[in-house]
C-alpha cells in the first residue's frame, strides 16, 4: 500500500502519511489543518491553518497553491506567510520551499471557516 491513511472518528480523510522510498513528492505530502481558536475582542471567529510538509524523502516542496475561495480575513496575515492571489488560488509561503518536516501557520478571522485545500504544488529532491 502506498499510503496510509489518516482518519478522524467520523471516518473523514483529514490527511495522507506518506509510507514509500524513492518515490517523487506530490501535493498529498502537505497537510493542510485548521481549527476554530479563541474571537476577536469584537467577536469575530478566529481559526488557525497550520500547512506541513510531511515528505519524508527529503524532498522540499515550493509553490503551494491552495484552493480558497473569495478568501478575506478581519485579521491581518503577513502575505509572505499566505495571501491570495485571484479567486480561489491563495498562495503559501511567498511561492518559497517548505523543507521536509517544515510548517508554517496562521490565523484568520472570519464570520465561517473556509474549506480550504491543497492545488497544486512544485517538488524539488
Known amino acids: 500500500m502506498a499510503w ?3 482518519l478522524t472518528e467520523q471516518g473523514v480523510e483529514v490527511g ?18 485548521q481549527g476554530a481558536t479563541a474571537p476577536l475582542p469584537n467577536g469575530i471567529p478566529t481559526y488557525t491553518v497550520q500547512i506541513l510538509n ?7 516542496i ?4 491552495v484552493s480558497c475561495g473569495w478568501f478575506s480575513t478581519a485579521r491581518t496575515i503577513n502575505p509572505r506567510v499566505f495571501r491570495r492571489l ?3 488560488d491563495c498562495l ?6 517548505v523543507p521536509p518536516g517544515g510548517s508554517l501557520s496562521f490565523q484568520y478571522a472570519n464570520t465561517r471557516p473556509y474549506p480550504l485545500s491543497v ?4 517538488c524539488h529532491p
Not at 522510498?21 to 502537505?30: F, K, L, V
Not at 503559501?92 to 520551499?97: E, S
Open 86 to 88: 485571484r479567486y480561489d
Open 119 to 122: 492545488s497544486s504544488v512544485v
Open 92 to 97: 503559501v509561503n511567498d511561492g518559497n520551499a
Open 16 to 33: 495522507r502519511k506518506p509510507n514509500r522510498i524513492g518515490e517523487a513528492c506530490s501535493q498529498e505530502d502537505i497537510a493542510l489543518h
Open 54 to 60: 510531511i515528505c519524508v524523502t527529503g524532498c522540499n
Open 62 to 65: 515550493s509553490a503551494i497553491h
Open 4 to 6: 496510509d491513511h489518516w
